[in-house]
């Protein structure tokens, strides 16, 4: 039996439901750079209030951690740092899942999303310049230097709009992050 994997578990039933989301993270720069293997997938999820009540059945708790839905609205409203996991039990595979509209380049990244395929089918990934630039964030937060390597194989591997990420890092103070990514792309 084949092990299941991210997308299926955790995109697809999103896809079927018509909930709006994009795929970022380690899974995205796989998909746009070098793979590296990860057992969780980060989702920034858009949902219509009234979909909300599809969460318990589009991840069924015999299959599935989930949240109680109450939590999952709490999470929706927050203004920034909304976050909620959803767990597959038999494989310990994780989605991350990011409900917060605050990040002032998200309304450019959602606008801005593309459709790619994948082997588990056609997917929404975040545009690599906005992918880039949550891998920033989290360097700049953590200092885990896989980001800046993810970054590395996005700049290797995709055209981007520098002008755009200019204007990104400098908005938000990430120009030492940026330096030292860029740093590592050419190493």
């Avoid at 589009?58 to 909304?82: A, K, M, S």
């Avoid at 038999?90 to 989605?95: F, H, T």
């Avoid at 230097?145 to 996005?154: E, F, N, S, Y």
């Avoid at 591997?157 to 050419?186: F, T």
Wanted: proline share 8%; glycine share 6%.
């Amino acid at each position: 039996m084949q092990d299941p994997d991210l997308i299926e578990l955790f995109v697809r039933p999103l896809e079927q439901a018509a909930i709006e989301y994009m795929i970022s993270g380690s899974v995205a720069s796989s998909i746009y750079g070098e793979p590296r293997s990860t057992l969780d997938i980060d989702l920034a999820v858009f949902p219509d209030p009234g979909k909300l009540a599809l969460f318990p059945s589009l991840f069924p708790e015999q299959d599935f951690y989930l949240p109680p839905l109450d939590v999952i609205q709490i999470e929706c409203r927050r203004e920034t740092r909304g976050h909620f996991n959803i767990i597959h039990h038999d494989s310990g595979l994780k989605a991350d899942i990011y409900p917060s509209r605050a990040h002032p380049d998200l309304p450019w990244a959602i606008r801005n999303r593309r459709r790619v395929a994948t082997v588990g089918g056609d997917v929404w990934v975040a545009p690599p310049e906005y992918l880039i630039l949550m891998k920033l964030e989290f360097f700049r937060e953590g200092s885990q230097p896989k980001h800046l390597r993810d970054i590395a194989g996005v700049l290797a591997q995709q055209e981007i709009d520098r002008g755009w990420i200019a204007g990104a890092v400098a908005k938000l103070c990430l120009e030492k992050q940026w330096e030292e990514a860029v740093l590592l792309s050419h190493s």
